[in-house]
């Protein structure tokens, strides 16, 4: 068998450890590897070569992707799906292995449709792929955010500041909702969740009455925040899959401008950004796409496409990747509402 691999969509710590993986449980049953340059462009392209287990030696503290990623749609254009069918015959891919989330993984459903076989592996840092409890890169992101908002507590409370801190979220809210709470976050806003500027600064005066002369407001970057909503076309052109770039909303600044006006206390604003996608993977994320990735052969070698490997639980499980794009997964609100127990 020649198994083909990628990686898709925006960089997350822990996919060179499943790229690794995949390699390594591939060649131990006598396949051949050819690594897919740059996610789906690379298939387009014809951008394609073969991998050794020295390919992957010493990659798995590493960071990004040692194939590249990009957010390419081959079904953007009917040329553009000619060419990746063409090279998947040219190359003799008996299968691919697609490490992506929702965008990557709907392109490969729908080459499965024309024939090839797809199995996937989940990452994404906003953790809302359907059907696996965990994604490849969340946990690495959130242990970040959680470091990020300790060191941003100490500058709070020093000058009695309020500070917003966006992180990444477009559709889900994991990211702001484990962070905070792992980081003491003393307000959250989330997109499953609609607030308002009053009721961050209710809360602000509420804190500051009580003695709490700081706050740490952490903020999803496609939050719903009542008073600060922009439509689609405001914020510029869209990807290939139809998403606009959310930094442009400016949220935390925003909402730390207004919090200042509203209540007289002095804000400021940080936007985490791609720090939270750097770095080297934690023990969790290694382990995770080490699972997911041999998991992800295991399933070519038994006949089986079609499927992402999922954890649910602590078991990797397969889950159909129809099943997958058919249904989102929003913060478990119980979470939430947790989480404002601490605010």
């Known amino acids: 068998m020649r198994i083909g691999v990628l990686t898709g969509g925006g960089d997350v710590p822990g996919l060179n450890a499943a790229i690794r993986a995949v390699v390594r449980k591939a060649l131990s049953y006598g396949y051949q590897v050819l690594a897919i340059r740059n996610g789906w462009e690379g298939l387009i392209l014809g951008n394609v070569e073969p991998m050794t287990s020295r390919s992957v030696s010493g990659i798995l503290p590493i960071g990004g992707t040692i194939l590249g990623s990009s957010r390419t749609n081959p079904f953007k254009r009917d040329e553009d799906v000619e060419k990746s069918l063409k090279n998947i015959s040219q190359f003799g891919l008996d299968?691919?292995?697609v490490i992506g989330g929702d965008d990557t993984l709907g392109v490969g459903a729908k080459f499965s449709e024309r024939g090839v076989k797809i199995v996937g592996v989940p990452k994404t840092i906003d953790n809302d792929v359907?059907?696996?409890?965990y994604c490849i890169g969340f946990d690495t992101a959130v242990s970040f955010v959680a470091e990020a908002l300790d060191r941003l507590h100490t500058t709070a409370s020093s000058h009695h500041r309020v500070l917003t801190v966006e992180?990444?979220?477009r559709n889900a809210g994991w990211?702001?909702?484990v962070g905070g709470l792992a980081g003491g976050a003393d307000y959250i806003m989330i997109p499953e969740v609609e607030t308002s500027i009053d009721e961050a600064c209710e809360h602000v005066r509420s804190r500051w009455a009580r003695g709490k002369t700081f706050s740490i407001v952490v903020v999803s970057e496609g939050a719903q925040v009542r008073e600060v909503m922009y439509s689609e076309e405001e914020l510029g052109e869209k990807d290939e899959f139809g998403h606009v770039r959310l930094d442009r909303r400016g949220l935390a600044h925003t909402v730390a401008t207004e919090i200042e006006k509203h209540t007289g206390f002095e804000a400021r604003s940080v936007v985490l950004g791609h720090l939270q996608r750097g770095g080297s993977p934690t023990a969790f994320d290694r382990v995770l796409?080490?699972?997911?990735?041999?998991?992800a052969v295991e399933m070519l070698n038994q006949g089986e496409a079609g499927n992402i490997a999922a954890l649910q639980g602590n078991k990797i499980v397969p889950v159909p990747i129809s099943e997958v794009?058919?249904?989102?997964r929003p913060v478990d609100l119980e979470l939430y509402e947790m989480a404002r127990l601490f605010f």
């Open 130 to 133: 359907y059907g696996t409890d």
């Open 175 to 177: 990211v702001a909702v």
């Open 167 to 169: 992180v990444m979220g």
């Open 289 to 295: 796409a080490a699972r997911m990735g041999v998991f």
């Open 95 to 97: 299968a691919i292995v």
């Open 325 to 328: 794009l058919a249904n989102t």
